[in-house]
T-cell receptor, first 114, second 114 residues
Framework: AQSVTQLGSHVSVSEGALVLLRCNYS??????LFWYVQYPNQGLQLLLK??????LVKGINGFEAEFKKSETSFHLTKPSAHMSDAAEYFC????????????FGSGTRLSIRP | NAGVTQTPKFRVLKTGQSMTLLCAQD?????MYWYRQDPGMGLRLIHY???????AKGEVPDGYNVSRLKKQNFLLGLESAAPSQTSVYFC?????????????FGEGSRLTVL
């Protein structure tokens, strides 16, 4: 069965520092992978997605993620954190043969220190 | 462009009362979903629909019913509300099997059951 694990329920970084949010997946077939962001009292919006093309995916707001099949990982990074990046981030997986099966990780809350 | 609209946005119920959450999308999406979000648990799929007139159970379907009589609408019903159903509910939609599975979310409905 497919699943998603996000390491760290809360990550805190200083403004200007590197952001690294970890996501590992399990899937017996090639997956589609997503990162979503949720700002307070809002719905989720797509940051970026991997759909078996380039393994390094660039998203909105300067975020990017690299698909590593050997490590079953899809970690989210941003070189320099900004105060506006404070939000909750969710990794999600879908097996490409079943568009209806989309599983979310438990989320990581990102805090930015001035 | 409205996207995905959920009504109501807030509701307080007493144990045993019933209610219906309405989700409407104007993007002509085939698939629609209902998730619940609870602290530390990410988003869990309640029910989903892959087309008008069809519904299926997700991870946590007990205590909920759904209907999709029109392609653009997906209703979530609670027949006899329980305190364990206090949560934030999100509706989402996506293109069908040919799509990547990217979800478009509503802004959420916060339900409190006393």
């Amino acid at each position: 069965a497919q699943s998603v694990t996000q390491l760290g329920s809360h990550v805190s970084v200083s403004e200007g520092a590197l952001v690294l949010l970890r996501c590992n997946y399990s899937s017996s077939v090639p997956p589609y992978l997503f990162w979503y962001v949720q700002y307070p009292n809002q719905g989720l919006q797509l940051l970026l997605k991997y759909t078996s093309a380039a393994t390094l995916v660039k998203g909105i707001n300067g975020f990017e993620a690299e698909f590593k099949k050997s490590e079953t990982s899809f970690h989210l990074t941003k070189p320099s954190a900004h105060m506006s990046d404070a939000a909750e981030y969710f990794c999600a997986v879908r097996i490409y043969s079943s568009a209806s099966k989309i599983i979310f990780g438990s989320g990581t809350r990102l805090s930015i220190r001035p | 462009n409205a996207g995905v609209t959920q009504t109501p946005k807030f509701r307080v119920l007493k144990t045993g009362q019933s209610m219906t959450l309405l989700c409407a999308q104007d993007m002509n999406h085939e698939y629609m979903y209902w998730y619940r979000q609870d602290p530390g648990m990410g988003l869990r799929l309640i029910h989903y629909s892959v087309g008008e007139g069809t519904t299926a159970k997700g991870e946590v379907p007990d205590g909920y019913n759904v209907s999709r009589l029109k392609k653009q609408n997906f209703l979530l019903g609670l027949e006899s509300a329980a305190p364990s159903q206090t949560s934030v509910y999100f509706c989402a939609s996506s293109y069908g099997q040919a799509g990547t599975g990217e979800l478009f979310f509503g802004e959420g409905s916060r339900l409190t059951v006393l």
